[in-house]
Each structure stands twice: as structure tokens, then as C-alpha cells.
T-cell receptor, first 115, second 114 residues
Framework: SAVISQKPSRDICQRGTSLTIQCQVDSQVTMMFWYRQQPGQSLTLIATANQGSEATYESGFVIDKFPISRPNLTFSTLTVSNMSPEDSSIYLC????????????FGPGTRLLVL | KQEVTQIPAALSVPEGENLVLNCSFTDSAIYNLQWFRQDPGKGLTSLLLIQSSQREQTSGRLNASLDKSSGRSTLYIAASQPGDSATYLCAPQKGGSTLGRLYFGRGTQLTVWP
């Protein structure tokens, strides 16, 4: 299994500012992902955080808005840039772990409110 | 793109009942399927993972079945308890280069009252 922590757990931000969310895993993992959960909605994949190369973004998400870093196999950051109230969501990182089962594990999430 | 539908959207039952939560998905070419629970304002907890070659998987009071060809999975919860109250999400997963990219439905919001 994998234990994932995220910082901050929650934040309230002003529109136009940026927030960087950190994700730390207790073991080295190859695959790390960032998801967004807007109020009342299910989870949507933002991007795959690739170690040593640029992140791979899903349709509708762009690097300028959601820059991602992945400096090593245990850590990643997601920045939400130039925020607007529509960015108010829970942001979750996840990893795939387990040599055979390839179970996906999620962090506790970062709850963001943009005023 | 994978579309996931979960029925019912919400379920409210007295404790002790046996429950059935349904999940359907449009692309049956999956590698595995995972069931999660999400408590309000929290992250996701993995409950069960079924490989595409398996028909079912059990963990305690939970049993998940998979019919890959018809694009369906079912989560059975036996003898429900108030602590089971949460939103339950299923997520089929493709393999290869898309491994780890999960597509979620809106889930089933379960309330079990004493």
C-alpha cells in the first residue's frame, strides 16, 4: 500500500492569486496523478505527473493554469494559477502502487475555496 | 472516453439491511475495476480491486462482482452499519499506457441509520 499526505489540507484564497499544493508519498512510486472534485461532482483527472519530464494533461486542462512538478518518485506539486471562484474544489493526488494488483491510492485532498 | 454510471444515486436504509450498489461503464476493455468509499470532505479509501479476469472479490462484509463483457459491476454490502454511510464510487481502469487514469461516475450516496 501507499500512504499519501497533502499540504495544505484546506485554504481560502483571493481571486487572481496562485496556490501550490504538495503531495508526499511514503514510498517510491512510478505513477502519480492529480484529480479535481468540484462541489457536488465526481472526480476528474487533471494530469499525470511524470518524473523527469513534463506532466501529461487531460483534455480541458492546460499547463499554464495547472503547472505540475515531479522532482522525484515520492513528491509532486500542483499549482492552481490565477484562481477564480470556479477553481473552488477538492484537489487530490493519487498513486498506483502494488506490483501485482496495481491499486490506486488517494491522498486526503486539499479543499480550496476561492473568493 | 469511458462513461461511468452508478445506480442508485442515493440510498437510505436502516442498519442491518443487505445492499446492492450498481455500476455500469461504456468501454468494456478494462484492465481492472476498483471500488472506493469517500467520506464527506475527505479523500478516497480503496475498498476492493477486481482484475478483469476475475468475477468477484470479497473483503469482510463487502463483495464486488464484475461482468466485463456487459460493462457492469456490483458492490454488495452485507448487514449494513451506520459506519458504512459514505459515497461509494466505482472506477474502471484501462491498462498499458493509460494505467492509473481513472474515470469516475457520480457515485452512490449511502446513509445507514440506526
Amino acid at each position: 500500500s501507499a500512504v499519501i499526505s497533502q499540504k495544505p489540507s484546506r485554504d481560502i484564497c483571493q481571486r487572481g492569486t496562485s496556490l501550490t499544493i504538495q503531495c508526499q508519498v511514503d514510498s517510491q512510486v512510478t505513477m502519480m496523478f492529480w484529480y479535481r472534485q468540484q462541489p457536488g461532482q465526481s472526480l476528474t483527472l487533471i494530469a499525470t505527473a511524470n518524473q523527469g519530464s513534463e506532466a501529461t494533461y487531460e483534455s480541458g486542462f492546460v499547463i499554464d493554469k495547472f503547472p505540475i512538478s515531479r522532482p522525484n518518485l515520492t513528491f509532486s506539486t500542483l499549482t492552481v494559477s490565477n484562481m477564480s471562484p470556479e477553481d473552488s474544489s477538492i484537489y487530490l493526488c493519487s498513486v498506483v502502487a502494488g506490483a501485482i494488483q496495481e491499486t490506486q491510492y488517494f491522498g486526503p485532498g486539499t479543499r480550496l475555496l476561492v473568493l | 472516453k469511458q462513461e461511468v454510471t452508478q445506480i442508485p444515486a442515493a440510498l437510505s436504509v436502516p442498519e442491518g439491511e443487505n445492499l446492492v450498489l450498481n455500476c455500469s461503464f461504456t468501454d468494456s476493455a478494462i484492465y481492472n475495476l476498483q471500488w472506493f468509499r469517500q467520506d464527506p470532505g475527505k479523500g478516497l479509501t480503496s475498498l476492493l480491486l477486481i482484475q478483469s479476469s476475475q468475477r468477484e472479490q470479497t473483503s469482510g462484509r463487502l463483495n464486488a462482482s464484475l461482468d466485463k463483457s456487459s460493462g457492469r459491476s456490483t458492490l454488495y454490502i452485507a448487514a449494513s452499519q451506520p459506519g458504512d454511510s459514505a459515497t461509494y464510487l466505482c472506477a474502471p481502469q484501462k491498462g498499458g499506457s493509460t494505467l492509473g487514469r481513472l474515470y469516475f461516475g457520480r457515485g452512490t450516496q449511502l446513509t445507514v441509520w440506526p
